[in-house]
């Protein structure tokens, strides 16, 4: 069985959310905790800017009531980063194909705050691979997360969706542009230069913004994107420095602590003489301190205060969610089909081990009160091809009597009845 916890923007604000970032160094060791305390086969944590979530794969025949056993996971989930307990109520949760069919509108953007956003395909693939190829992440998990790319990538070629589609990156330019005008004059800085902040300075670029500043822990990236924007670059631990005589700053790191205090930037503002400056805090955790936005001639602009941007672009691609859901269902219906199958491979495999271990036993009694070599070889070989028509036959109508594998109780049934073994 699969399912998933998880907090979006639909669920909580970004002072909520923050507090539930797992990252890239913490999965190993929550991993080993869920598969301690609820015996868990597998986990990926999906954590982006607008929503963390936790996958998780277990044994199904372990499961007698999923409802509680995911109860049993949230717990345990909380009780590892040490959070209290009122966080629960923003949490959701999904198991089965409902789990499935959440994954797959994630990952062609219909769950997004942008309808149709394109990071998350790249997201996911990240977060994938921090389990990929590991003892962390089972079969029907690493099986759904790629039919998930293949759903997102069906929508992305069939149908107009992502046509024109904004990021949270470029939704954030948007907000900029809307806020400040003469963008040629507007001396801007982004601060990271990983995918989200690459996707700011470029809108930035194209919108005619020709004062475009770079920093970067890593200060080669920081060059490679400066370039790419006929920027320039500036050491990250000098940074705040530019911050004196820019218009805007965005932020765009993976830093799970605040970079700018208010203390911080009182300071700043003293040698601004006054002049207003607006800050877009990308990052979930936040990077910039509340109370920063207290100060005059500060504007604070973070996740949930994309909300204009995020109408208009709703509006214009709403006539898409049809096509997109048809395909989403589609390949929904593949995932279910090979979990069907999955079901069914124990019972057909228990199925076939009984036939063949009875006509082998059987064969070994006959040679014991027959001295006939050839003869026990013709027993042997009939029984052999018995024991594979039987188990054709009952396979047959085992799919037919559970619905290709649909009816899991009929399935285990039939599994327990021919295990003779036990």
């Not at 998880?6 to 923050?18: F, K, M, N, V």
């Not at 160094?25 to 868990?40: F, P, R, S």
């Not at 470029?202 to 919108?207: V, W």
């Not at 990236?221 to 940074?239: C, I, M, N, T, W």
Request: hydrophobic residues 40%.
């Amino acid at each position: 069985m699969v399912g998933l916890i998880g907090i979006s923007h639909q669920t909580a604000l970004l002072e909520i959310r923050e507090q539930l970032v797992i990252t890239k160094e913490e999965i190993t060791g929550l991993y080993e905790y869920l598969n301690q305390k609820c015996d868990v086969e597998g986990i990926m944590a999906l954590s982006t800017c607008n929503r963390t979530e936790l996958y998780f794969e277990v044994n199904s025949a372990q499961v007698n009531n999923p409802e509680a056993f995911i109860v049993a996971v949230t717990d345990a989930y909380v009780a590892y980063f040490k959070k209290d307990e009122s966080v629960k109520q923003y949490l959701y949760s999904h198991q089965g194909l409902d789990c499935a069919r959440h994954l797959f509108r994630v990952a062609t953007g219909l769950d997004s705050l942008i309808l149709g956003e394109y990071q998350i395909v790249s997201q996911l693939k990240e977060a994938f691979s921090w389990v990929d190829n590991t003892a962390m992440v089972g079969p029907e998990l690493t099986r759904m997360v790629h039919k998930a790319f293949e759903a997102g990538k069906q929508v992305r070629t069939q149908t107009a969706l992502n046509k024109g589609a904004v990021s949270v990156s470029s939704a954030a330019v948007e907000l900029v542009s809307h806020k400040l005008s003469a963008f040629p004059n507007v001396r801007a800085l982004t601060v990271g230069a990983g995918e989200t902040g690459t996707i700011v300075a470029l809108n930035l670029s194209k919108k005619g913004c020709v004062n475009n500043w770079i920093t970067n822990r890593t200060l080669g990236k920081a060059e490679q994107l400066a370039d790419r924007v006929h920027g320039v670059a500036f050491p990250f631990d000098s940074y705040t420095d530019k911050l004196s005589s820019v218009d805007v700053v965005t932020y765009t790191t993976g830093s799970s602590r605040v970079l700018l205090t208010k203390d911080m930037m009182v300071d700043i503002m003293k040698e601004r003489n006054g002049k207003p400056l607006m800050i877009l805090d990308l990052c979930s955790p936040r990077n910039v301190e509340p109370e920063v936005g207290e100060l005059e001639g500060v504007s604070i602009f973070d996740l949930d205060h994309l909300e204009d941007v995020v109408k208009a672009n709703f509006e214009k691609r709403k006539g898409k969610l049809e096509a997109a859901e048809a395909i989403i269902e589609e390949v929904l219906a593949d995932f279910d089909d090979w979990l069907n199958v999955r079901r069914m491979s124990a019972a057909i495999s228990t199925i076939a081990s009984t036939f063949k271990s009875v006509n082998s036993n059987e064969a070994q009694n006959y040679k014991k009160v027959k001295d006939d070599v050839d003869a026990s070889q013709k027993i042997t070989e009939y029984g052999e091809h018995l024991s594979a028509k039987f188990s054709r036959m009952i396979i047959k109508q085992m799919k037919t009597v559970t619905n290709e594998g649909r009816d899991a109780e009929k399935v285990k049934l039939l599994e327990e009845f021919f295990n003779f073994s036990s």
